[in-house]
């Protein structure tokens, strides 16, 4: 069990249970940004239990907590950005029970090293961009990467609006979450693949389901129930992904296709297969950078040796280490681009049949699961891979701060 506080995020942990399904069920008003929830957290103790913390910040104001146990809840209490739930008996280990928390308030991003993240009221709707520790700002959690549940959505909210969100049975942390709102009109792009857009033409969200089925041939199948792109009528300064789901501005919708395939491999690598620490974050932002170039490969609009040398040559300060960036560089640029050119240095050692078959093995092996850097040196050496070689590389690239040859 972990014992300190997340050391990027600073999340204390909330310790003596598991969450394994999130049943939110919300009212929503466009105007006055109002929420009114009531979410139902099904919950498992690991250990004997009197009292337990989950995160939610305070401008949210929790009503009422109720239990399915017996004797149930004694009090409760919000500070600190933790609700502090005491009960009235102890819970045995291994005992599986419900909290239903009632809350509201007009929800709000929070402030942190990394941006304003969570809820966000739009101009015509409203967002939630929870990476990595905005979940709280929405719903009572435990926000931590390393921790799945499934998850139930049923959000009401104004007439002539629409709340997309990502109900799904495939285990999913918090920051993955998400629930997007405005006046969106639905578009299938393919099967299993639809577009909630702002009255715009896809632009070059045409290429969605032709991307879909080249990753599928690189990746393995695509892992989730169905993929929704969500186009929000204002520019965003960045997309982002969540699980099953990605998020546009207006703006991302001509000549950012890279971006549109970054967001779709997430999917893979992040969604499908977790980190549990965010100082591994290089797995899932290596894999989705290179995943732009396999598509711009493919796509006949840059063969990937440029790409890797034009991104490798861009690589300032050369010195960086990718395992364990730190919070402040944890979106760092060369956490992307040195984590993507580290895959084609692989590839470029063990040669494509192998690394390709590893790629596909390492995702079926861990689909919904959590990874680190083990995990992949562990597919390598089941694929015919020189464990020694692959370690080698994954040291100088990964552990170690001087910037390797280009390969
Ligand atoms: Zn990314």
Not at 5 to 22: M, Q
Not at 273 to 298: K, P, Q, S, T
Not at 309 to 320: A, D, I, S, V
Request: aromatic share 10%.
């Amino acid at each position: 069990m972990k014992r300190r506080s997340d050391n990027y995020t600073g999340v204390e942990p909330n310790r003596g249970f598991h969450v394994t399904h999130y049943d939110l069920d919300f009212d929503y008003i466009v105007g006055p940004n109002r929420l009114n929830a009531t979410a139902t957290l099904t919950l498992t103790t690991t250990e004997a239990l009197h009292h337990l913390t989950l995160d939610v910040v305070e401008g949210l104001a929790v009503r009422r907590v109720e239990s399915s146990i017996s004797r149930g809840i004694k009090r409760f209490r919000q500070s600190g950005g933790k609700l502090r739930i005491s009960l009235h008996d102890d819970l045995p280990a291994h005992t599986e029970f419900t909290l239903t928390i009632r809350y509201g308030g007009n929800p709000r991003p929070r402030r942190t090293a990394w941006g304003e993240l969570g809820w966000e009221e739009l101009d015509n709707g409203a967002l939630t961009a929870n990476q990595p520790n905005g979940a709280p700002t929405w719903f009572p959690c435990n926000d931590t990467p390393d921790e799945k549940a499934t998850y139930t959505f049923n959000v009401r909210t104004d007439r002539d609006y629409v709340a997309v969100t990502n109900t799904t049975a495939h285990p999913m942390p918090t920051y993955l979450a998400t629930v997007q709102v405005g006046q969106f009109q639905r578009v299938e792009l393919g099967r299993n693949v639809v577009a909630w857009l702002p009255g715009a033409q896809p632009g070059d969200l045409n290429k969605q389901q032709a991307m879909l089925d080249y990753f599928e041939t690189v990746f393995g199948p695509y892992p989730f129930e169905n993929y929704q792109v969500v186009v929000h009528e204002e520019a965003l300064e960045i997309p982002l992904e969540a699980q099953g789901l990605s998020i546009f501005g207006i703006n991302h919708l001509r000549r950012n296709e890279r971006l549109i395939a970054h967001e779709l491999a997430h999917q893979w690598f992040g969604n499908s297969l977790g980190i549990g620490h965010w100082r591994d974050i290089w797995l899932n932002e290596g894999f989705a950078c290179y995943a732009e170039w396999l598509w711009a490969d493919h796509a006949g609009q840059m063969p990937i040796d440029d790409s890797v040398r034009t991104h490798y040559n861009k690589l300032t300060p050369m010195r960086f280490t990718l395992a364990d960036p730190g919070p402040r560089d944890m979106f760092d640029d060369r956490v992307y681009k040195r984590g993507a050119i580290t895959l084609h240095a692989l590839r470029r050692s063990v040669g494509d049949p192998v690394f390709f078959n590893t790629v596909r093995d390492y995702v079926a092996a861990n689909a919904d699961g959590i990874v680190d850097t083990q995990t992949l040196i562990d597919a390598f050496a089941r694929n015919g891979a020189d464990a020694a070689q692959v370690t080698g590389i994954l040291d100088a690239w990964v552990q170690h701060a001087e910037l390797p040859e280009c390969p």
